[in-house]
């Protein structure tokens, strides 16, 4: 069989045994299609992994860190036959860090994948449905179709859920602020606004940027989504809105709420962000999907 990827056409005669993610989304994807045993290495790790391939995750061979990936040799010395990234330029792939160049692992005889996207900018092309066709792609890459059609009717019916509970209520502008404190950095579009948008809401801003306080106050969301990290605090980037904003309407009617910003990914976890997006913007108490 054959895949259609990134401007590529991946001949499989077998199913590959030798894997490098080099992103998280990627390697929740292989963990949650039951694949863990054909990863070799993994980087790219920016959050704890959901609870249901945890303990997997934890027992992997990691060779980089959150925005630290390895080196061509690295990659190189793991014997991969397949090598995952987010993207098949820059992050991962950059030579001006020491990377390997998508080019340079395929002359060594290395399959790739560009999972969720090929390129940075197609990110803005990215919803919460992007997920599904990697899943499909790895699914039928491992001959593992019947679990992931399981895991993508799972995503399907998680997103349906939420789209049936936010059918003709109200729809509030909503602010996604990342940080910062002057500029703000707010996040959106590509899967923000599609996140945003499946769950009743618009996106207060038209692309992700960093604003100034100004036009940050002048939007003036109806609901804050507060983003955080593996190890941020809620209660303090809370606190810092709510004393520098006391008069933008999301802060008067105590509308901020927290949003980790791994449950935004275009992964398997991405219906519990869409879940926990309309529970914030209308008041609902729909059951969060379990990670």
Same mark, same amino acid.
């Given at each position: 069989?054959?895949?259609?990827?990134?401007?590529?056409?991946?001949?499989?005669?077998?199913?590959?045994?030798?894997?490098?993610?080099?992103?998280?989304?990627?390697?929740?994807?292989?963990?949650?299609?039951?694949?863990?045993?054909?990863?070799?290495?993994?980087?790219?790790?920016?959050?704890?992994?959901?609870?249901?391939?945890?303990?997997?995750?934890?027992?992997?061979?990691?060779?980089? %860190?959150?925005?630290?990936?390895?080196?061509?040799?690295?990659?190189?010395?793991?014997?991969?036959?397949?090598?995952?990234?987010?993207?098949?330029?820059?992050?991962?792939?950059?030579?001006?860090?020491?990377?390997?160049?998508?080019?340079?692992?395929?002359?060594?005889? /290395?399959?790739?994948?560009?999972?969720?996207?090929?390129?940075?900018?197609?990110?803005?092309?990215?919803?919460?449905?992007?997920?599904?066709?990697? /899943?499909?792609?790895?699914?039928?890459?491992?001959?593992?179709?019947?679990?992931?059609?399981?895991?993508?009717?799972?995503?399907?019916?998680?997103?349906?859920?939420?789209?049936?509970?936010?059918?003709?209520?109200?729809?509030?502008?909503?602010?996604?602020?990342?940080?910062?404190?002057?500029?703000?950095?707010?996040?959106?579009?590509? /899967?923000?606004?599609?996140?945003?948008?499946?769950?009743?809401?618009?996106?207060?801003?038209?692309?992700?940027?960093?604003? %100034?306080?100004?036009?940050?106050?002048?939007?003036?969301?109806?609901?804050?989504?507060?983003?955080?990290?593996?190890?941020?605090?809620?209660?303090?980037?809370?606190?810092?809105?709510?004393?520098?904003?006391?008069?933008?309407?999301?802060?008067?009617?105590?509308?901020?709420?927290?949003?980790?910003?791994?449950?935004?990914?275009?992964?398997?976890?991405?219906?519990?962000?869409?879940?926990?997006?309309?529970?914030?913007?209308?008041?609902?108490?729909?059951?969060?999907?379990?990670?």
């Amino acid at each position: 069989m054959s895949i259609e990827n990134c401007g590529r056409t991946l001949p499989f005669d077998e199913a590959p045994e030798r894997v490098v993610t080099l992103w998280q989304s990627a390697t929740e994807m292989m963990l949650a299609l039951g694949l863990g045993d054909r990863i070799v290495a993994t980087a790219g790790d920016y959050a704890a992994y959901p609870e249901s391939i945890a303990d997997e995750a934890t027992a992997l061979n990691s060779i980089g %860190s959150a925005m630290g990936w390895p080196s061509k040799e690295v990659v190189l010395s793991e014997d991969p036959d397949l090598v995952i990234g987010q993207s098949l330029e820059g992050f991962a792939f950059d030579p001006s860090y020491g990377y390997a160049t998508a080019d340079e692992l395929e002359d060594a005889g /290395i399959d790739l994948y560009g999972v969720n996207m090929c390129v940075p900018e197609d990110s803005l092309s990215m919803t919460i449905d992007t997920s599904s066709q990697s /899943i499909a792609d790895l699914g039928a890459i491992f001959g593992v179709e019947d679990r992931a059609d399981t895991l993508i009717a799972k995503l399907t019916e998680e997103k349906q859920a939420v789209i049936d509970a936010v059918a003709g209520l109200d729809t509030p502008s909503v602010a996604y602020y990342q940080g910062g404190e002057g500029p703000i950095h707010v996040l959106a579009g590509g /899967i923000y606004d599609s996140a945003i948008e499946t769950a009743g809401g618009v996106n207060a801003f038209p692309t992700e940027a960093d604003v %100034s306080r100004e036009d940050f106050a002048a939007a003036d969301a109806d609901v804050i989504l507060v983003a955080t990290f593996e190890g941020q605090d809620f209660a303090t980037r809370k606190a810092y809105l709510e004393a520098t904003f006391p008069e933008l309407t999301a802060v008067q009617n105590g509308r901020l709420y927290e949003l980790p910003v791994a449950d935004t990914d275009a992964s398997i976890s991405v219906m519990r962000g869409l879940t926990e997006i309309a529970n914030a913007i209308h008041g609902l108490d729909l059951e969060v999907p379990a990670s």
